[in-house]
């Protein structure tokens, strides 16, 4: 049974080793020219193919530097041109790209070279000062010098992508009405998304003024790149009692009262189906009052301090004599009456004058009140807020949905839920209005045509290049190969149909080339089939059967053991 299968599938070999040894003989009967152009163009369509696969993967790439200065980007192009280091730009053109497994050691050999310089030079300007270098040189060399290092200082701050310091030093005098302090200008290009704060500014300030001898810190001046000036001292908004961080204040307070508004709102109608606006007017007025007042006169409740009375009397006696002449003769010289008493001054008959006068001071506790007042910054003078509610979704009974006004009564409560959160004060003159409309719906964004389309663009640049290699692959294959193999490996002899009989009969083409044709039946079973197929080729061809025995024992035609 074994030497059955063996022969059977000995005869598939014995084909293959025939087919090999005709592409042998005809390679060998090929002339030397025709080896020579069939071996070139074998080369010719391997290189045309490994040239395809190596120009379709491109080597990843690396930044080498980025944000350069035109000067030292050139530097740096030209160093890697003479280095033969292949380089391209990105696309933005800010950074320069080398390959991946040369970016390190690249960077230590432009470091060595002193490359990138950062467009500024620092003291070792200094370093190749000459010799007789006149004084003006010198001082100009060193304002230069400075200003450098100052630059490279600033620009190490991480919100700062680039900085230049221009430094005014006048000359120093003896007469001190002359003298003038130095000053410095500064210029700050941020990172994008960057800002630099109060303190930051602060400190750049204080750096350039403590780096120059004779500097104040109110002779420093920085801006950004988009010209704002960014030191407050001499600002015009500072100098008309503006401030921006009043204005800041502001902005919070309001963000503050909306974000109440949200998320009390926020889970009745949902998150998209409100807007809401607060504006705070805020008084930073600051106002010191002392105020003296009294209380009106008379009080009940008043308490007498002190009282005094004084009363006076004062009599005069009247007029004496009879009237007439006589009494205005001087009198006579008096005599003594002998037998009749004298009368005296107040009995002759005249009635006595007099005045009486009588004053009171009373005196009240004083009533005083003395109120002094400091305000406070930032007091909410007024508020109005403004709430605008989309048309609340209602599902019909078909499945389709429509929007519907919201009604008074939910107007009404939105109203006094948002009056609470922001705590409105009627006294204070808070106004709150809220209204219920239809949002309109966000538009959809114009489609991009395809051909403008970056992601197609790369995606057909991508497809472009595996087409090319495809077409070379097929050129080489069809071109060359495919005539080649034609050439050197004929195609085998269409098999000479065999004589009309039964199905599955077998038909011989040789002794070589030996095709069976086997019925269903005799397929389905593998080994039946073998078995038959070998004692049919050893009824009809014997000495071929004993051929392949003899060369599995390892017999020669004599029957020994080569």
């Keep these: 049974m074994a030497t059955a299968d063996n022969i059977a599938a000995a005869v598939p070999n014995a084909a293959l080793a025939a087919r090999l040894q005709q592409v042998v003989q005809n390679i060998n009967a090929l002339s030397m020219r025709q080896k020579i152009a069939g071996a070139a163009a074998l080369a010719l369509a391997v290189a045309l193919i490994v040239g395809a696969l190596m120009w379709n993967r491109q080597p990843d790439y690396g930044v080498l530097f980025s944000n350069l200065d035109e000067r030292d980007g050139g530097q740096v192009i030209a160093a890697l041109q003479q280095q033969n280091v292949p380089y391209r730009m990105s696309p933005n053109g800010l950074s320069i790209l080398v390959p991946q497994e040369q970016v390190h050691e690249l960077r230590l050999r432009l470091a060595a070279a002193g490359l990138p310089r950062g467009g500024l030079v620092g003291f070792e300007l200094m370093d190749t000062q000459k010799l007789g270098v006149s004084q003006f040189n010198e001082q100009v060399n060193y304002q230069r010098a400075l200003e450098g290092e100052l630059s490279r200082t600033i620009q190490s701050i991480a919100a700062v992508a680039a900085a230049r310091v221009h430094l005014a030093m006048p000359k120093q005098t003896a007469f001190l009405r002359d003298d003038q302090k130095p000053t410095a200008s500064v210029m700050v290009t941020l990172r994008p998304g960057r800002v630099l704060d109060a303190n930051q500014v602060a400190g750049i300030v204080h750096l350039v003024s403590s780096s120059v001898p004779r500097m104040v810190e109110s002779g420093v001046n920085i801006i950004d790149q988009n010209g704002e000036l960014l030191t407050t001292k001499n600002d015009p908004l500072r100098q008309t009692g503006l401030d921006a961080t009043q204005l800041e204040y502001v902005k919070e307070v309001e963000a503050g009262f909306i974000r109440r508004i949200e998320n009390i709102l926020q889970p009745m109608v949902g998150k998209n189906n409100f807007r809401a606006q607060v504006a705070a007017d805020v008084d930073f007025n600051q106002v010191e ?74 005196n009240y506790e004083v009533d005083r009140t003395i109120q002094h007042v400091k305000q406070s910054l930032g007091q909410l003078k007024r508020l109005s807020v403004a709430v605008v509610v989309n048309h609340r979704t209602e599902t019909l009974p078909n499945g389709q949905t429509q929007t519907v006004p919201l009604t008074d009564e939910e107007v009404a409560r939105i109203n006094n839920l948002v009056r609470e959160a922001v705590g409105y004060n009627p006294a204070r003159g808070d106004t709150i209005n809220v209204a219920s409309s239809p949002f309109a719906g966000i538009g959809p964004e114009p489609a991009v045509p395809l051909w403008k389309d970056p992601e197609m663009i790369e995606l057909g640049k991508e497809g472009f290049k595996y087409l090319l290699v495809a077409l070379a692959v097929l050129f080489a294959y069809f071109a060359i190969i495919r005539p080649l193999m034609r050439t050197v490996m004929p195609p085998p002899p269409e098999p000479e149909v065999a004589e009309a009989g039964e199905p599955g009969e077998p038909g011989f083409e040789g002794e070589e080339d030996v095709e069976v044709t086997l019925s269903g039946a005799a397929q389905a079973n593998t080994y039946e089939a073998k078995l038959a197929r070998a004692r049919e080729l050893a009824k009809e061809d014997p000495k071929m059967v004993a051929n392949l025995i003899r060369e599995w024992m390892g017999l020669n035609e004599e029957g020994r053991k080569s």
């Design 289 to 362: 009052q002392t105020a003296e007042t009294f209380k009106p006169n008379p009080s009940p409740d008043q308490a007498i301090r002190s009282q005094q009375t004084t009363e006076e009397t004062n009599r005069q006696p009247g007029p004496q004599g009879v009237p007439g002449a006589l009494s205005n003769q001087p009198p006579v010289p008096a005599t003594a009456p002998i037998t009749t008493p004298p009368v005296g001054p107040n009995q002759a008959g005249a009635a006595q004058t007099g005045t009486t006068s009588r004053s009171a001071v009373l």
